[in-house]
């Protein structure tokens, strides 16, 4: 199983961190400020199986400039196990980092990804139409990417996988209240599926309330599997394939 979404940094508990390496197939650990990008690269250099995508979240961008893009681009260019660009993106939820700035910093990530061929990890939070509006503006994308723990509508999801991106659900897919997320879930094409737990955050259901880690992937990957009526382990063949789709530069080991 791969956990294609991880706060690997967060997770307080370094056991946390060590049983979830040792139970899954690759996990991708996401740093999105100007310090948890060198610890993501660093932890990918700790773990085999362990990737780092890097970029700098929109609540972020407020402390940024641009010479820190540039820092990114070193950083990708210098570590192959950086395979990924973001997370970034759009978040109008709180009013942290004016619309402007984020959109600014939005389109130069978007850029450099296109760049240096990686796919791009977009966070888009009650941003729906500028996220698709921007990411319109600079499609195809060749290398793809991931719109990550999807809250959109969806519009917004038919508008993504058309650009070619894949649409990725986290624990909060499993929870009662979130009728509308398992609406867009029903609709995703399998072959653009892909399953996270944005570890320290969003627990799924059994464990609500405690702190999430890649482990729980599986409650999510169950809950999935049972609502769209698939096999669990048939769902997770195809959101594994989907991820090493994705991500083609992870080196999976030879079989003899």
């Known amino acids: 199983m791969i956990d294609t979404h991880a706060h690997l940094d967060m997770i307080k508990n370094e056991e946390d961190v060590k049983?979830?390496?040792?139970?899954?197939?690759?996990?991708?650990?996401?740093?999105?400020?100007?310090?948890?990008?060198?610890?993501?690269?660093?932890?990918?250099?700790?773990?085999?199986?362990?990737?780092?995508?890097?970029?700098?979240?929109?609540?972020?961008?407020?402390?940024?400039?641009?010479?820190?893009?540039?820092?990114?681009?070193?950083?990708?260019?210098?570590?192959?196990?950086?395979?990924?660009?973001g997370e970034c993106g759009l978040d109008y939820y709180r009013d942290i980092t004016p619309k402007d700035v984020q959109q600014r910093f939005f389109e130069k990530q978007i850029n450099?990804?296109?760049?240096?061929?990686?796919?791009?990890?977009?966070?888009?939070?009650?941003?729906?139409?500028?996220?698709?509006?921007?990411?319109?503006?600079?499609?195809?994308?060749?290398?793809?990417?991931?719109?990550?723990?999807?809250?959109?509508?969806?519009?917004?999801?038919?508008?993504c996988v058309d650009m070619g991106f894949y649409i990725s659900f986290a624990g909060n897919v499993t929870y009662p209240k979130a009728d509308n997320l398992r609406e867009v879930l029903k609709r995703v094409p399998l072959d653009r599926l892909l399953l996270e737990t944005d570890s320290p955050f969003l627990s799924p259901q059994k464990k609500r309330g405690k702190p999430n880690k890649p482990s729980h992937i599986f409650y999510t990957l169950d809950f999935v599997a049972d609502f769209l009526g698939i096999d669990k382990e048939e769902l997770e063949k195809i959101t594994d394939e989907n991820a090493l789709r994705l991500f083609n530069k992870i080196k999976q080991p030879q079989h003899s």
């Open 19 to 85: 049983e979830s390496v040792e139970k899954l197939d690759y996990i991708i650990t996401i740093g999105c400020d100007k310090e948890e990008i060198y610890k993501a690269v660093e932890l990918s250099k700790k773990y085999d199986n362990v990737y780092a995508s890097i970029g700098f979240h929109p609540y972020d961008v407020k402390d940024i400039k641009e010479e820190d893009i540039e820092t990114l681009k070193k950083l990708a260019l210098e570590n192959e196990k950086v395979v990924g660009i």
């Open 112 to 159: 450099l990804a296109k760049e240096l061929n990686l796919p791009l990890i977009v966070h888009s939070r009650s941003a729906n139409e500028d996220t698709v509006k921007i990411l319109e503006k600079y499609a195809p994308y060749p290398a793809s990417g991931i719109i990550h723990c999807f809250g959109g509508d969806i519009p917004m999801m038919e508008a």
